[in-house]
């Protein structure tokens, strides 16, 4: 079968997209994954002040998080308090490790 | 636009978030002035002033992080290299206490007197001590990355030799008082800014953002 140009470098495209993590490539979500990866966990108000985001804003990022197996949510008591931590899982750290090798290496392979 | 950050200063910032409180500060101070009143103390209650010496700098530290610092800008769990640290204090602390319960019992024995204790005016002990001070907060800031220990090391030791140069000027307990009384002082009432600064720059949560945490 022979291809258009156009069709070709629209698959050529989508090809060199395709070793993006979308999910983890969303701005407030890379910086929530990047906080949670240095970290062992930390509960939502910590998050939210280290990351800026709003109450509402980290909650939906944090169920699509969720939802993709890249978080865990465990309650935990300080004394009396309950506290919902959070900590990425073992999926999520393999994860953002390797979206970052995987944009290392697509910033070094670009020509100067 | 915001500097680029890197994984290293993400993880350094979190951590010294949890330094902003001024409570670490208030704690040291606290510790300064039971030190600067621990005579007039032993005084009043005899031995029993021991318990004001021990208490309540610890607990300052306890209930001021888990009623105003936690509540206002939440819980965090470091990872290993923070922990790893952490045992390496304990470990120095463990091996340097029992050092420093022998160095005080021979300077109750008075046995550093003869050569050692004529040399440096018959200063030997407080300087030693001093030092001693210094350099054990000093390790500890280096390890556990917090600049404002440096300070209290050089706040405390030279209190102890500040104290030990009053001791014929001033009459006892005034000389413990003024040596660690001023420096406890000035260091409570930064911890206080501190605190005020960091209570109004993260009030308390309200209940109907739905943060229940």
Redesign the interface.
């Known amino acids: 079968m022979v291809l258009s140009t156009k069709k070709k470098k629209t698959m050529e495209n989508r090809q060199l997209l395709d070793f993006i993590d979308k999910i983890i490539h969303e701005p407030a979500r890379l910086n929530i994954m990047?906080?949670l990866?240095?970290?062992?966990?930390?509960?939502?108000?910590?998050?939210?002040?280290?990351t800026g985001l709003t109450?509402g804003n980290l909650?939906a990022h944090m169920s699509k998080l969720e939802d993709a197996g890249y978080i865990q949510i465990k309650k935990e008591f300080?004394?009396k308090?309950?506290?919902?931590?959070l900590s990425l899982t073992k999926k999520g750290r393999t994860a953002f490790e390797e979206y970052r090798n995987n944009m290392k290496q697509f910033f070094n392979d670009l020509p100067t | 636009m915001t500097e680029p950050m890197n994984?290293?200063d993400?993880?350094k910032?979190?951590y010294r978030?949890t330094f902003t409180d001024g409570i670490y500060d208030l704690t040291y101070a606290t510790l300064l002035i039971t030190i600067a009143v621990a005579p007039i103390l032993r005084e009043l209650i005899g031995l029993g002033y021991i318990l004001f010496l021990v208490i309540p700098a610890p607990l300052l530290l306890l209930l001021g992080k888990?009623y105003i610092s936690?509540p206002?800008?939440?819980?965090?769990?470091?990872?290993?290299r923070r922990k790893t640290t952490q045992k390496k204090i304990a470990i120095i602390s463990i091996i340097l206490l029992p050092l420093t319960i022998v160095l005080v019992l021979l300077t109750a024995a008075q046995i550093f007197p003869g050569p050692y204790g004529t040399l440096l005016g018959g200063y030997t002990v407080p300087i030693g001590a001093a030092l001693f001070a210094i350099a054990l907060l000093s390790l500890i800031a280096y390890f556990i990355e917090f600049s404002h220990l440096y300070v209290y090391g050089l706040a405390i030791g030279l209190g102890i030799l500040i104290s030990e140069l009053l001791y014929d000027p001033v009459a006892p307990p005034w000389n413990s008082v003024i040596a660690f009384g001023i420096s406890g002082t000035l260091l409570f009432i930064y911890g206080i800014i501190e605190l005020v600064r960091f209570i109004r720059t993260?009030p308390l949560?309200k209940a109907e953002?739905?943060?229940?945490?």
């Open positions: 990047a906080h990866y240095v970290i062992d966990s930390a509960d939502f108000l910590f998050l939210m002040r280290q109450f909650s300080l004394g308090k309950p506290h919902t931590m | 994984l290293k993400i993880e910032k979190a978030f888990r936690v206002r800008i939440g819980l965090v769990k470091f990872n290993q993260y949560p953002n739905g943060i229940v945490n």
